[in-house]
Structures are given as structure tokens and as C-alpha cells.
DNA sequence: GCTTACCGTAAGTTATGACTTACCGAGAGC
DNA sequence: GCTCTCGGTAAGTCATAACTTACGGTAAGC
């Protein structure tokens, strides 16, 4: 989660979103150099959201279905445990109008 | 989103997913000042988390229901993106090994 | 075998932002 | 009216991390 706070890193996993990429081709459509993307790279597969296999020379980056998964997981539970709150407050609020 | 990049932000955020509460009560919960939880507070209400209202002379914070849902909507439609890149990767590993 | 493309890592710089202390205004209670 | 609590803001410090250039190592292509 907190691998996503920044705004380049995000964008590299949108961009994987769409589909496995070599780093090359990520860095060609970032504002960033090849380095900074393979730092970010770096990042997002330590924190579990990404995957990487050998493919010849290159080298694919592709997402971690698991780390997907328990980031949706993550945020369902806040779903619900969210709409909770704000039942309880909305009665909260009836209870005082009436 | 960039927003919840920070772990203590997002300790606030979630704690006010159990409901509303002063900054005052969220500080005590905190291992930070009371400004520090204030700036974040800031922050979260900047990027539309976030909401606050005056009760005499403190100020209750809570979840900010058109925030947390256009948060929502941002990860549906990524789950969805995201779940269609997988079964292409899928097929497309299915015909490389036929 | 030599070059060329691809990529990861190291080192260094710089900017950003998270946190603290200190200060100030506003409402509550006696 | 005076005090006391609550909370936002200012100023300043410090650490983190995002980015760059430079380098090295590995696979492919001729």
C-alpha cells in the first residue's frame, strides 16, 4: 500500500494493468529514466505486487495476481467495515434530528 | 491515493473507518503530536477523504462518503482491468504451451 | 569473438514531507 | 471576565526517497 503512495510508481502499475512490458518499453513511455523505472520496479515486487520473468535478454515485469488479491482483500474489508460507520453515524444523526 | 501513502495517514484513516472522532482522541491513539495528526488531517481532507464539523469547541473528523467512493470506484474498475490482463496472460501461456 | 541492446546496481544530489516545539485564536465552564 | 481546553498554523529540523549519471554483467546478432 504504501508502494503505491507515489505517483510514478503508481502509474508503472497502471500501466502493468494493461499487461505484461519489459522495462524498456515501460521507461520509453515514463517521464523518468530506464534506472528510476527498475528502482520502482524493485519496490512494487518487494512489496508483492509484481512479478518478473526472464525472457531471453529481457526481462518482463507483469502484477502478482496474490498481491492484487490481498490488496482487494484489504480494501473489502475497509468496504464494509466503512458502510458500517457510516450506518451507525447516519442513525446517530436520526436519532438526533428526532 | 497519494494521500494514503503515508502509514500514519492511513492509521488515521482507518481509524476513523470505526467512526467519527476528534482530533484531540485521535492524537491520544497516535504515537505522534496532536499537529502532526492535525497536518494529516489536512492532507486527507484536501484530497476529499475527509470531512469535518464544528461540535462547540472541538472538531469531529470523519469519513467523507463521496471520497471513499470514488476511491472505490478507482480499484473496481482497476480489479476489472486488472482481472482482464490476467486471462489474456492466461490464454496466451495456454497457446504457448499447446 | 566482438559489438550491441537490455537491465540491474552504486554513488551522489536534491527535494519533499513528516515531525517537533512554540504560538495564537476560539469556545466552555466556573 | 478569567481560565482552561481544544485545535489550527508557523517555523525549523531532519530523514527519506526519488531521480540522475556512471558502471558492470549478460544474452543476442552478425
Do not use: C
Request: net charge positive; aromatic share 8%.
Amino acid at each position: 500500500m504504501t508502494a503505491l503512495g507515489d505517483p510514478t510508481r503508481r502509474a508503472i502499475f497502471e500501466r502493468l494493468a494493461d499487461g505484461p512490458s519489459s522495462v524498456g518499453a515501460l521507461a520509453t513511455d515514463m517521464p523518468v529514466s530506464r534506472p528510476a523505472v527498475s528502482q520502482h520496479l524493485k519496490v512494487l515486487k518487494a512489496a508483492g505486487l509484481v512479478l518478473d520473468r526472464q525472457a531471453g535478454n529481457r526481462r518482463i515485469y507483469s502484477l502478482d495476481p496474490d498481491g492484487v488479491g490481498a490488496l482487494r482483500a484489504y480494501f473489502e474489508r475497509f468496504w464494509a467495515h466503512a458502510l458500517g460507520a457510516f450506518k451507525q453515524a447516519a442513525e446517530r444523526r436520526d436519532e438526533e434530528v428526532s
